[in-house]
């Protein structure tokens, strides 16, 4: 009976050995305190002020007189003064002064100029609108395709009235190439 109690204590002292092994496998695999990593709190991101862009700069260009005649009779004896590269484009009623191949000025017939322009506001897409003087108005659009410059301005050829701008696109370019074709519009005159 004395080698069934050595072969039992000798089994839990083998038993109790394996058990503490394992304990110990399972506390070295458990981080402790000093090997944890300190819990670190995110910072937010400070709210920056957003940049304000810099107003694009249009490039200088030699700017000329071009006769108005070939968008009709009316125009006989008009001029605009433009840069020397742009071309006048007529197809009855569509008068262009194609200034790039995105940007371009429209002349169209515009008898009720006034009353038009008094609805600018009633386009949710319009913004900004400012009326410059009692024949030019510059406003905003965000349509779809994002951000543009519009001029609407008012110029008499003999008695008849003609809205010179953007057109309603406007230019997607700049606010630059917006006062651009202000200056040109105010530049329709009697040769």
Request: aromatic share 6%.
């Given at each position: 009976?004395?080698?069934?109690?050595?072969?039992?204590?000798a089994v839990l002292v083998a038993f109790t050995a394996c058990k503490k092994k394992e304990e110990k496998k399972d506390e070295a695999a458990k981080p402790t305190e000093?090997?944890?990593?300190?819990?670190?709190k995110k910072e937010e991101p400070k709210q920056e002020e957003p940049a304000k862009e810099e107003p694009k700069k249009l490039p200088e260009v030699e700017m000329v007189?071009?006769?108005?005649?070939?968008?009709?009779?009316?125009?006989?004896?008009?001029?605009?003064?433009?840069?020397?590269?742009?071309?006048?484009?007529?197809?009855?009623?569509?008068?262009?002064?194609?200034?790039?191949?995105?940007?371009?000025?429209?002349?169209?017939?515009?008898?009720?100029?006034?009353?038009?322009?008094?609805?600018?506001?009633?386009?949710?897409?319009?913004?900004?609108?400012?009326?410059?003087?009692?024949?030019?108005?510059?406003?905003?659009?965000?349509?779809?395709?994002?951000?543009?410059?519009?001029?609407?301005?008012?110029?008499?050829?003999?008695?008849?009235?003609?809205?010179?701008?953007?057109?309603?696109?406007?230019?997607?370019?700049?606010?630059?190439?917006?006062?651009?074709?202000?200056?040109?519009?105010?530049?329709?005159?009697?040769?």
């Amino acid at each position: 009976m004395k080698k069934r109690l050595v072969l039992v204590a000798a089994v839990l002292v083998a038993f109790t050995a394996c058990k503490k092994k394992e304990e110990k496998k399972d506390e070295a695999a458990k981080p402790t305190e000093s090997m944890t990593k300190p819990e670190v709190k995110k910072e937010e991101p400070k709210q920056e002020e957003p940049a304000k862009e810099e107003p694009k700069k249009l490039p200088e260009v030699e700017m000329v007189d071009h006769d108005l005649s070939p968008f009709g009779k009316q125009f006989a004896g008009y001029v605009v003064t433009a840069p020397k590269d742009a071309k006048l484009e007529f197809d009855d009623p569509s008068r262009h002064i194609v200034l790039s191949d995105t940007d371009f000025i429209t002349i169209e017939e515009a008898p009720y100029w006034e009353d038009a322009v008094k609805g600018l506001d009633k386009d949710k897409d319009n913004q900004n609108i400012k009326k410059v003087s009692d024949t030019e108005y510059r406003y905003e659009r965000t349509p779809p395709l994002g951000k543009s410059w519009l001029v609407d301005m008012l110029v008499k050829i003999g008695k008849e009235k003609w809205s010179c701008g953007t057109g309603m696109t406007g230019t997607f370019h700049s606010e630059a190439m917006a006062d651009r074709i202000s200056t040109i519009c105010k530049s329709i005159r009697k040769k």
